[in-house]
């Protein structure tokens, strides 16, 4: 199991620009996704983005080229940069590690979360 430790949360004014990042501790062999999720009061949790650790990406539905999403397995880092932010992406933003295996014979990968860090848009 890793622990991600996220950061970057807060209040931003409808039309600006956030910048979450997050850190996975902990002894690992790999992971296969990192990424976003988010959810919103009364709402199912959703998928903002997430990268693979082939380069590829998946982004969720809404997102419409204003995300971007950067992954440095060195740092063991995924950062998300929202940009043109709107009320409706308020939310708590959880970091995500999918297919994490802790040793190199681990053929049961496991899902871990974030916390979560709350993004609230409002002016």
């Known amino acids: 199991q890793v622990h991600l430790v996220e950061s970057g949360g807060g209040l931003v004014q409808p039309g600006g620009s956030l910048r979450l990042s997050c850190e996975a501790f902990g002894t690992f062999f790999s992971i296969a996704a990192m990424g976003w999720y988010r959810q919103a009061p009364g709402q199912e949790r959703e998928l903002v983005a997430e990268i693979l650790d082939g380069g590829r990406t998946n982004y969720g539905n809404f997102v419409k080229g204003r995300i971007a999403i950067s992954r440095d397995d060195a740092k063991s880092t995924v950062d998300l940069q929202v940009d043109n932010l709107k009320p409706e992406d308020t939310a708590v933003y959880y970091c995500?590690?999918?297919?994490?295996?802790?040793?190199?014979?681990?053929?049961?990968?496991?899902?871990?979360w974030g916390q979560g860090t709350q993004v609230t848009v409002a002016s």
């Open positions: 995500h590690a999918g297919g994490v295996r802790l040793h190199s014979r681990d053929y049961s990968p496991s899902t871990d």
